[in-house]
């Protein structure tokens, strides 16, 4: 997932400083307080408004849906597919998940959400210009023609159908490192992070490269990225350690992992990437749950650096879940950054932020507990009624409330006048 946005600087814990508060006056942007903000709590919410206003708050910047309509667009895109559709077998359940809608996304979705923005794709060749055929076929793609029809109907069947053959997903899972246990206890080796477990809650913010967010190695035009390393480092693992699961996880689109050819290409395993298994288990959930397991299974032997190896290159199938959802090949290509973008996926930016987090804690919990369990309890469900006041134009947002001079400096204060 990436933003091209400015990146704040990486805040501290929020149990560590106070929330900061709203000043009295300032006429000329009183919006500026929030700039950089890490809020108290990143959480699942049944309301997708509220993950977006989670958004805002900690990039300091707004989303890329200017209008009301094409916020409605987004919002509804998010709303189709039951997570039972591509997670039959309860993965994201036991990582403690629930309400998850960014996943679920199809071609269709992506499409509704882009077409009322001014978003064209911006991969770029080695002279720095757009590709123009893909700007052309996202033209094609928006205005549903039959030409960008002709195209995917060769392109994705012909990828399904040899990443079927090849059924890697399906293949007993053959790990690709060698355990060097150690004399190391999980307390020894993870003593911040184990002290910190009861937490649900973490330092967290993003940058460029949600992946990696190594600093010094994953930087991208809009700044140093942090992602998984940050969420790393706000639950307690150390420096070393989040630059190893950050180098994992980032590596697997480069194929620098133990597994070897793992980039996104036909030939390499994009049903890492991608959902290649339309008729079960979606087959990135497949590839996180085998990782976590042998991550559980180094670990508990006190393999911990074969251990954090296997949760780095698994956190990448994880998270692109989030990043790519249930689109096909064909059409990412077409649409560019446009789905891994966090000012234009914001939901799923905080759906994939939690699960990250999870998916680690998972891991402590399995190293730890008596038989090496791992399920986690459900997060904690702040608000399981939608705000639908919010729909209501010149309504005050609820995460606004405490902050009513706020409110009536916006735009949005006005609409119901």
Excluded at 10 to 15: D, I, M, N, R, T
Excluded at 215 to 229: K, M, N, S, V
Excluded at 344 to 372: C, Q
Aim: proline share 8%.
């Amino acid at each position: 997932m990436r933003i091209s946005t400015h990146v704040p600087a990486l805040q501290p814990a929020a149990s560590a400083s106070p929330t900061p508060q709203p000043p009295d006056h300032d006429e000329e942007n009183p919006f500026a307080w929030l700039r950089g903000y890490n809020p108290d709590a990143l959480y699942l919410s049944v309301n997708p408004r509220k993950e977006m206003a989670m958004v805002v708050k900690v990039t300091g910047v707004p989303l890329d849906y200017k209008t009301p309509a094409q916020e409605a667009a987004y919002i509804d895109s998010l709303s189709h597919t039951p997570v039972s559709e591509y997670d039959p077998e309860g993965f994201l359940a036991r990582l403690g998940l629930w309400g998850i809608k960014g996943a679920g996304r199809k071609d269709a979705d992506f499409v509704e959400a882009a077409a009322g923005t001014t978003w064209r794709p911006n991969n770029t060749d080695s002279h720095g210009k757009t590709i123009w055929i893909q700007g052309y076929l996202f033209d094609k793609l928006v205005h549903h023609s039959v030409v960008f029809k002709a195209v995917a109907a060769v392109g994705d069947p012909v990828i399904m159908a040899y990443s079927r053959i090849r059924h890697l997903w399906k293949k007993p899972f053959e790990v690709k490192q060698t355990a060097h246990p150690t004399s190391e206890t999980p307390q020894q080796r993870y003593g911040v992070a184990l002290g910190l477990l009861p937490r649900w809650d973490g330092s967290l913010t993003w940058g460029e490269d949600f992946h990696g967010g190594v600093p010094g190695e994953h930087i991208h035009e809009g700044g140093q990225g942090y992602g998984t390393w940050a969420i790393a480092r706000g639950l307690g693992f150390t420096a070393e350690q989040a630059q190893r699961l950050g180098e994992m996880d980032n590596g697997t689109d480069g194929d620098t992992t133990p597994y070897g050819i793992t980039k996104p290409k036909p030939k390499g395993q994009i049903d890492r990437h991608f959902n290649m298994n339309r008729r079960g288990e979606d087959s990135r959930l497949i590839w996180a749950q085998r990782h976590l397991q042998q991550a559980i299974a180094f670990g508990r032997q006190g393999s911990y650096k074969e251990a954090e190896t296997e949760l780095g290159v698994g956190l990448h199938s994880l998270q692109d879940l989030f990043a790519h959802a249930q689109s096909t090949p064909s059409v990412h290509a077409t649409m560019g950054d446009f789905l891994d973008m966090v000012s234009y996926s914001p939901v799923g930016m905080i759906e994939a932020t939690v699960a990250t987090r999870n998916y680690l804690k998972a891991y402590l919990k399995g190293i730890t507990s008596a038989d090496g369990s791992w399920a986690l309890p459900p997060e904690p469900q702040q608000d399981r009624t939608p705000d639908v006041i919010q729909d209501r134009p010149g309504i005050m947002p609820v995460w606004l409330a405490p902050y009513p001079k706020l409110w009536a400096a916006s735009p949005s204060s006005q609409q119901g006048n």
